[in-house]
């Protein structure tokens, strides 16, 4: 029973992380249509500007806030200077240039940090863990917690954040109302780099910092957006939960650790067949 218990607390504090980028992935969706697939290298990229300033004798929590800082300002930048220009470009040349920022991302990231795997320290006193839990695992759900709390009230009673939702949900009316939609979609990319960096900070003291430290974890979080809903945020943050257990479950119970990402890909197709609005997610009927 103590190692059921350990491994449902553990998925749980996994998919904190996977709650992140879920909710990341959706708001970029929402805001173009499109998946960014340099979600992870974006928030990997963060964590390594968050190690350097570890490293140079910042504070902790300084080092995190200036990390999240340039990640939101990265994020808007990049809508503005590349995803701006491939506004009305075919589906798979938008797939291209994603594609193409993630391994430049992730070569500039070898090219500056080098690909040696290096240890992320954790800011949560050791006293912090259980039984169940470490003191980063319990540490992370926390701020994951916080983080999604912090966002949904930023987005549900700010005027800001209420244009933003507008803009991505309806831009043509929002344009009639004077929301200057462009600025709320890049600001909207700004936000969710600052959610993957939050993610892979949390990520890196665990599955340690390298160029491609993002790779899995972004799979589930796609994983999480499809199972809660591709175009709702909120469900994809649950979904991000229900892939941690389920995948720390499976891991332990039925294929072993070594398959445990093949639960994000069974996930996938599973939802996509069966149900690929998701969980949560509305199912958009557009008459021809």
Known sequence: MDTFLHQLLS????????????????????????INFAQGEQAMFSAYIALTLIQAGVPYWAAFLIALAFAFIAGVAIERVVVRQFDNAPVLAVVVVFLGMLFIINSLAGWLFTYNVQAFPSPFPVGLGSKFLSAHEIGMIGVTLVTLAVVYAFFRFTPLGL???????????????????????????????????????????IVYIEPNMMAGILLYG???????????????????????????????YVVGTELKLSVALVIIIVVLVTKPAGLFGRTVVTRV
């Open 11 to 34: 998925g749980l504090a996994n998919g904190g992380i996977y709650a992140s980028i879920g909710l990341a992935l959706v708001m970029i969706f929402q805001a173009t249509h499109h």
């Open 222 to 252: 796609f994983a999480a957006a499809l199972l809660g809903g591709i175009n709702n945020p909120w469900g994809a943050a649950v979904g991000g939960f229900i892939v941690g257990v389920a995948e720390n479950l499976a891991g332990a």
């Open 163 to 205: 244009a933003m939702r507008a803009a991505a949900q309806n831009p043509e009316a929002s344009r009639l109302v004077g929301i200057r939609v462009g600025w709320m979609l890049a600001l909207g990319w700004g936000l969710a780099g600052a959610i993957g960096a939050v993610a892979a900070i949390m990520a890196a003291p």
